[in-house]
C-alpha cells in the first residue's frame, strides 16, 4: 500500500469484465476484519453515502458525522452487511481474488487496475474539507427531494 491520493466522498474496489465474484480481504487498524466476496467493496464518506453507497444498499450518514461505511456490492454471503465504522482509523483492502479488470476508483475515477495482492489504503487526510452551509436548506428536506422521499417520486417539482 504506497499510493497517497486524496478522495472527499468515495474509495472503492470495483469488478470489471468477466464479473465474477472478487475476494477482498478488509483489515481496520491492521487487525483482520473480513473476507468479502462480492462485485465490489465501497469505503464511503458521509458527502458519499448518498451515491454509490446508497446504491448499493448502504445507509445515508448525516454530513457532520465523523463516520464512514464500509458496503459490499452484491455480496455472495447475505449476512456481509454495510457498516459503520469511525473515520479515523486506517483501513486496508487487499484483492485476494480477482481478475484483469479489477480497479481502484477514488471519486469516480478510474486509477488503475488490481492485480491479486495488490492494496489500497484509506485513512482520514491530515486536512478538513470546509463545506459550505447554507441556512435555509435543511438536510431532510434535501433528501426528500432528491430521493423522492414522502411522496410520488413522479410529481417532485
Same mark, same amino acid.
Given at each position: 500500500?504506497? $499510493?497517497?491520493?486524496?478522495?472527499?466522498?468515495?474509495?472503492?474496489?470495483?469488478?470489471? @469484465?468477466?464479473?465474477?465474484?472478487?475476494?477482498?480481504?478488509? +483489515?481496520?487498524?491492521?487487525?483482520?476484519?473480513?473476507?468479502?466476496?462480492?462485485?465490489?467493496?465501497?469505503?464511503?464518506?458521509?458527502?458519499?453515502?448518498?451515491?454509490?453507497?446508497?446504491?448499493?444498499?448502504?445507509? !445515508?450518514?448525516?454530513?457532520?458525522?465523523?463516520?464512514?461505511?464500509?458496503?459490499?456490492?452484491? @455480496?455472495?454471503?447475505?449476512? *456481509?452487511?454495510?457498516?459503520?465504522? #469511525?473515520?479515523?482509523?486506517?483501513?486496508? *483492502?487487499?484483492?485476494? #481474488?480477482?481478475? $484483469?479488470?479489477?480497479? $481502484?476508483?477514488?471519486?469516480?475515477?478510474?486509477?488503475?487496475? &488490481?492485480?491479486?495482492?495488490?492494496? +489500497?489504503? !484509506?485513512?482520514?487526510?491530515?486536512?478538513?474539507? #470546509? *463545506?459550505?452551509?447554507?441556512?435555509?436548506?435543511?438536510?431532510?428536506?434535501?433528501?426528500?427531494?432528491? &430521493?423522492?422521499?414522502?411522496?410520488?417520486?413522479?410529481?417532485?417539482?
Amino acid at each position: 500500500c504506497t $499510493a497517497v491520493l486524496l478522495a472527499l466522498n468515495v474509495a472503492a474496489i470495483l469488478g470489471g @469484465p468477466p464479473y465474477s465474484l472478487l475476494k477482498i480481504d478488509l +483489515y481496520i487498524d491492521g487487525h483482520f476484519a473480513s473476507t468479502y466476496s462480492c462485485d465490489g467493496l465501497i469505503i464511503s464518506t458521509p458527502v458519499g453515502s448518498t451515491a454509490h453507497n446508497l446504491s448499493a444498499g448502504g445507509p !445515508i450518514l448525516h454530513r457532520r458525522l465523523e463516520a464512514v461505511v464500509i458496503c459490499p456490492i452484491s @455480496p455472495h454471503p447475505l449476512t *456481509m452487511r454495510p457498516v459503520v465504522d #469511525q473515520a479515523d482509523r486506517v483501513f486496508e *483492502m487487499f484483492v485476494r #481474488q480477482g481478475h $484483469a479488470s479489477v480497479s $481502484a476508483v477514488f471519486d469516480g475515477r478510474v486509477l488503475g487496475l &488490481l492485480a491479486e495482492g495488490d492494496c +489500497y489504503r !484509506i485513512r482520514r487526510a491530515p486536512v478538513a474539507f #470546509q *463545506m459550505v452551509n447554507v441556512p435555509s436548506k435543511n438536510e431532510y428536506r434535501t433528501l426528500r427531494h432528491k &430521493l423522492g422521499w414522502g411522496g410520488n417520486p413522479r410529481n417532485r417539482s
